[in-house]
């Protein structure tokens, strides 16, 4: 998916929690300060293009000066079974997708996520990044700005952080839909010995999620502020 340029912005605020934890991450991977200063410096003054974001990493030009750079950024995606793992904590309490549809990535559910093993928000040894400048530190002030720009842009949208990690907005709701299925053909059946996965509010979750994914969508085409450093 692709992320249209980000306005230049002066100064920064609060933040929310998860973009806080990705910047952290930024910060450690940084190899000094003064990197960190000119990627931050980059970042807020719009000088990063369009950022793609796809499984596993992201890719955008930055202008430095007269120059422009093409930065590709990589995490690292989760296996097959955390994928698995975290889809079944999304669907085993009801609001967590109507949650992460409104831009909301709850405390309480990372927690459940890190307790199962499953690494969503990431560190800074895992950020790597790779610029067609001259420069040979990893990561390089390009790659700093288009990191800073994706704590960003995650702050809006955690499926930001989820499609980093190999799991899509369109993945998670097709593997969402995998889950509950059966329940709903066991309901309409009228089979009493259904299990957890049945249960009706999270089926009832996944009826209002289809709509509320199409309305989340296009208010994340829209342009929305974003606090950040």
């Known amino acids: 998916m692709t992320h249209p340029r980000l306005p230049a912005r002066r100064g920064g605020g609060s933040g929310t929690w998860w973009s806080k934890a990705v910047l952290r991450a930024v910060e450690e991977a940084a190899f000094g300060e003064k990197d960190l200063r000119t990627g931050r410096a980059l970042a807020r003054a719009g000088a990063v293009?369009?950022?793609?974001?796809?499984?596993?990493?992201?890719?955008?030009?930055?202008?430095?000066?007269h120059d422009a750079w093409t930065v590709e950024v990589t995490v690292p995606?989760?296996?097959?079974?955390?994928?698995?793992?975290?889809?079944?904590?999304?669907?085993?309490?009801?609001?967590?997708?109507?949650a992460l549809l409104a831009g909301q990535l709850p405390h309480a559910f990372v927690e459940a996520v890190e307790e199962a093993g499953v690494e969503l928000l990431p560190y800074g040894g895992e950020l790597g990044s790779a610029c067609t400048c001259d420069g040979w530190l990893d990561p390089c002030p390009h790659a700093l700005a288009v990191l800073t720009q994706l704590a960003w842009l995650i702050q809006g949208d955690p499926f930001v952080l989820t499609h980093l990690r190999g799991l899509s907005r369109d993945r998670v709701m097709r593997d969402l839909h995998r889950i509950t299925r059966p329940a709903v053909d066991v309901e309409s059946q009228g089979d009493s010995t259904s299990s957890e996965a049945t249960d009706p509010d999270a089926v009832d979750d996944l009826v209002i999620a289809e709509d509320a994914a199409v309305r989340a969508a296009r208010l994340l085409e829209q342009d929305r502020p974003f606090d950040a450093w």
């Open 49 to 65: 293009g369009s950022i793609t974001v796809s499984d596993g990493g992201a890719v955008a030009a930055v202008t430095d000066g």
């Open 77 to 98: 995606v989760l296996d097959d079974s955390d994928a698995a793992a975290f889809t079944e904590l999304v669907a085993a309490e009801s609001g967590r997708i109507a």
